[in-house]
């Protein structure tokens, strides 16, 4: 097997970080990967937030919390210390399969850098709301953007979960 496949096969999301901080190469490897995910028309209309510093990925945190309806105290970023928000650029017609990609791309990267990651939801509605505004205005950035998903990365607290095996049936082939 080779090193990709077993990567794709052994990547699994991961629901439990140490609060430990990820060295900023790591950070940067993963994001690099996120930038090479095929786009569009080639037109690479993601964009990636990396978010590391403690009061705003809380703050990113309790919104997407209370936009998922959990209770005050629940982290939907399970103590990950580095939140990738993707977001994409609205004008773009593939602007969610490209931040999509993206994400794709550092899931795997991330894993094969020995650190866990999860894709996390509700992004989306984060950037509906003024807060998303706020973000925007904070790294600068001008435009409409959709919000994608989020990586949320650190290092796993515990054990790799195991590879689960795929469900039969969902290959056709039309020869
Ligand atoms: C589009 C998408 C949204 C997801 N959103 C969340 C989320 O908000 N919270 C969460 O715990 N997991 C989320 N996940 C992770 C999935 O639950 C996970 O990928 C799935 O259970 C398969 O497990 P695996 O990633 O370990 O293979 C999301 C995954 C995808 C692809």
Same mark, same amino acid.
């Given at each position: 097997?080779?090193? $990709?496949?077993?990567?794709?096969?052994?990547? *699994?999301? +991961?629901? !439990?970080?140490?609060? &430990?901080?990820?060295?900023?190469?790591?950070? &940067?490897?993963?994001? @690099?990967?996120?930038?090479?995910?095929?786009?569009?028309?080639?037109?690479?209309?993601?964009? +990636? =937030?990396?978010?590391?510093?403690?009061?705003?990925? &809380? *703050? =990113?945190? /309790? %919104?997407?919390?209370?936009?998922?309806?959990?209770?005050?105290?629940?982290?939907?970023?399970?103590?990950?210390?580095? =939140? $990738?928000?993707?977001?994409?650029?609205? @004008?773009?017609?593939?602007?969610?399969? /490209?931040?999509?990609?993206?994400?794709?791309?550092?899931?795997? !990267?991330?894993? %094969?850098?020995?650190?866990? #990651? =999860?894709? +996390?939801?509700?992004? !989306?509605? %984060?950037?509906?709301? #003024?807060?998303?505004?706020?973000?925007?205005?904070?790294?600068?950035? &001008?435009?409409?953007?959709?919000?994608?998903?989020?990586?949320?990365?650190?290092?796993?607290?515990?054990?790799?979960?195991?590879?689960?095996?795929?469900? %039969?049936?969902?290959?056709?082939? +039309? /020869?």
């Amino acid at each position: 097997m080779s090193e $990709l496949t077993k990567l794709m096969k052994e990547r *699994r999301s +991961i629901r !439990k970080f140490k609060p &430990d901080e990820v060295p900023r190469e790591l950070i &940067d490897a993963v994001i @690099e990967a996120g930038e090479y995910a095929a786009s569009g028309h080639g037109k690479q209309a993601s964009r +990636i =937030i990396a978010v590391t510093n403690k009061e705003m990925r &809380d *703050r =990113i945190a /309790d %919104e997407n919390r209370r936009i998922g309806g959990w209770q005050e105290g629940f982290d939907p970023f399970y103590g990950a210390p580095v =939140i $990738l928000l993707v977001i994409a650029d609205k @004008e773009v017609p593939t602007a969610v399969y /490209d931040g999509s990609l993206t994400i794709g791309n550092m899931l795997l !990267k991330a894993h %094969e850098l020995g650190l866990g #990651s =999860i894709w +996390i939801h509700r992004a !989306k509605e %984060e950037m509906e709301s #003024s807060f998303g505004a706020e973000l925007l205005k904070a790294v600068g950035l &001008d435009g409409e953007f959709i919000g994608v998903g989020h990586v949320a990365l650190g290092w796993t607290d515990g054990e790799n979960p195991p590879v689960i095996p795929r469900k %039969e049936g969902r290959v056709f082939y +039309i /020869d």
